[in-house]
């Protein structure tokens, strides 16, 4: 029977605060130790990373604070200029931020195995478009999902693959492009304004789901705004939008909100 809504094809997701609290789990502490092992006294405060968190990627954010916070910051030595510094402090904090993910300090936000099980058998493609490195997707998926889930996204857009970060609608687009798939058939998930601008950019509908960092910002442009994914058992709470009833957040859901 032929339908005037549009079929669900794929989910793409953000992963830093939605798939998991990794800002506040891994990169937060793993910059500050980064910092330390450099011989530098900076130390990002949870308000102050808040703060940070308008800048979309690590080695931008770590420029940014240099330029607002540290006026009086001299190169060190072994160093021909700002840029490699910042690539070799940046390489430290990512290797600090696998080793938290495999001690399996960076759990996954309720509801989100659940629904990406329930999509791999129904058939729903998956992909993720994210600012963060993508050795830290591996080390996330891998010590969350299992050593075979890299292999359940078809694509995954990561950091450095695109020149203009969140917001911009890059990763998104590049996304979409390797599922070969038009925004009408997918959905988008976010966390951030920043995200949610990059995301919708492109066509997409998307659904934030909020962390204590994002909770206060701008959503108006997403489709759905709820807590978390929840469970059977622990439900979501709806911020803004239409959940159709639901307590949690399924593949039925997806088509409801995408139709
Ligand atoms: C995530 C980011 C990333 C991480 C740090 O944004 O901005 O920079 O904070 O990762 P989003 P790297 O969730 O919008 O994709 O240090 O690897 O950049």
């Known amino acids: 029977m032929a339908s005037s809504t549009a079929q669900l094809k ?3 997701f953000d992963v830093d605060g939605t798939l998991a609290e990794t800002e506040r789990d891994g990169h937060r502490p793993a910059f500050n130790q980064a910092f330390t092992d450099a011989g530098l006294d900076w130390q990002w405060s949870e308000a102050l990373y808040g703060d940070l968190l308008e800048i979309s990627g690590g080695k931008e954010r770590i420029l940014a604070y ?9 190169l060190p030595s072994g160093f021909s200029d ?4 910042i690539k070799h402090l940046h390489a430290t904090k990512t290797t600090y931020y696998k080793q938290y993910a495999a001690a399996g300090k960076i759990p996954l936000r309720p509801g989100v195995e659940r629904l990406l099980t329930e999509a ?5 493609r998956l992909a993720i478009a994210t ?3 993508p050795a830290n997707v591996q080390a996330l998926l891998e010590n969350t999902l299992g050593a075979d889930s890299l292999s ?5 857009a990561a950091g450095d693959m695109v020149p203009k970060k969140k917001p911009a609608p890059d990763i998104f687009e590049y996304a979409l492009a390797h599922l070969k798939l038009s925004p009408e058939n997918c ?4 966390d951030t304004n920043n995200g949610l601008l990059s995301a919708t950019q492109t066509g997409l509908k998307t659904i934030v789901t909020v ?9 108006a442009k997403a489709t759905l705004v709820i807590s978390d994914f929840g469970e059977p058992d622990k439900p979501f709470q709806v911020i803004a939008g239409n959940a159709h009833g639901a307590g949690y957040f399924d593949i039925a859901l997806a088509e409801a909100v995408l139709a």
């Open 10 to 12: 794929a989910l793409i």
């Open 66 to 74: 240099i330029q607002q916070s540290q006026p009086n910051f001299v």
């Open 82 to 85: 700002l840029t490699e510094f």
């Open 120 to 124: 791999r058998a129904k058939g729903v």
């Open 131 to 133: 600012t963060t490195t």
């Open 152 to 156: 359940w996204f078809e694509v995954i």
């Open 187 to 190: 959905l988008g998930f976010e």
């Open 211 to 219: 962390n204590d960092y994002t909770r206060q910002q701008d959503f």
